[in-house]
Each structure stands twice: as C-alpha cells, then as structure tokens.
C-alpha cells in the first residue's frame, strides 16, 4: 500500500525485498508492477542508508553485488501480517487482524489491541501510538470500573 501511495508522488519508487519474491496481496503488487515508477528490487538486502543531513542514497545488495541507488527519502515497511496468534480468544477478521471498537475493546472483556495488529485500517506509527494511547485509556477505566 505504502508504494501505491509513494508512485503518486514521487518521480521514482525502489520497492526493495529481501525474500525472492513479493508476499503482498495480488492486487497490489500488480498494481505496483504495473507503474513505471516502481523498481522492484527481490532477494535484495538493504546494507546502509547514505547522506549527511538528508538522505541521498541507499546501497544494497543483490547477489555478490553491491550497488548505490539514488535516493531522497526511505520509508521501512516491514510486511503486513498482523501475528495475533496468541491471542486465540478474541475476534479476527479474515487477514487475522483483531477486531477492535473505536475504544481499543476485543470481543474479550478486559482485553485490549492497539497498534498494526488491529483492524485500524492505516498501518503507520503514528496511528499505532495514537491506538496504543487509547487502549491504555481505555483499559484504566476498565478496571476503575471494576474496582468499583
């Protein structure tokens, strides 16, 4: 998704990962594939992020070759899975995501989610330390509840 944002505005979007190949949904990686903007760089490893006081390369490595692409920005995205595994009692939609209201609240009393694990549908820091903020608030008047 992060790409599909980036190719609107920037002229070009490296796409680097370090498996051999994409693990995003279909759809997308079409769509990113489908751009002239986008580079997709697979079974690539990121070795270092160059500049002074602003970013203006980042050098990788594909195979036994190290190579310096020209940047001026660099966004990590680190994959999309949510791993909520071990919380087996709560709801999850279909990506595995955990269902949570406007509050933080899972389907199990007590129990709280914030952050890219959740079903919030914009998967950034910011939001997730926003979430992370509420679920705390939340969970505070929770057990002030219950404390009586």
Do not use: H
């Not at 370090?18 to 990686?29: E, F, G, H, S, T």
């Not at 950034?124 to 009586?148: T, W």
């Amino acid at each position: 998704e992060a790409v599909l944002q980036l190719m609107k505005i920037a002229s070009k979007v490296y796409l680097i990962e370090i498996m051999p190949q994409l693990k995003a949904d279909p759809i997308l990686v079409e769509k990113a594939l489908a751009s002239d903007r986008v580079e997709v760089w697979t079974d690539t490893r990121v070795l270092e992020i160059t500049g002074e006081k602003t970013v203006n390369g980042i050098r990788v490595q594909k195979g036994s070759e190290t190579i310096l692409l020209p940047v001026r920005g660099v966004f990590v995205e680190i994959g999309s899975i949510p791993n909520s595994e071990i919380v087996n009692f709560v709801d999850k939609n279909q990506w595995g995501e955990i269902i949570v209201s406007c509050a933080c609240e899972t389907s199990y009393p007590g129990v709280f989610a914030a952050g890219d694990v959740t079903n919030v549908p914009e998967k950034q820091i910011i939001v997730a330390a926003g979430e992370g903020c509420k679920a705390a608030l939340s969970a505070f008047r929770y057990l002030s509840r219950k404390r009586g």
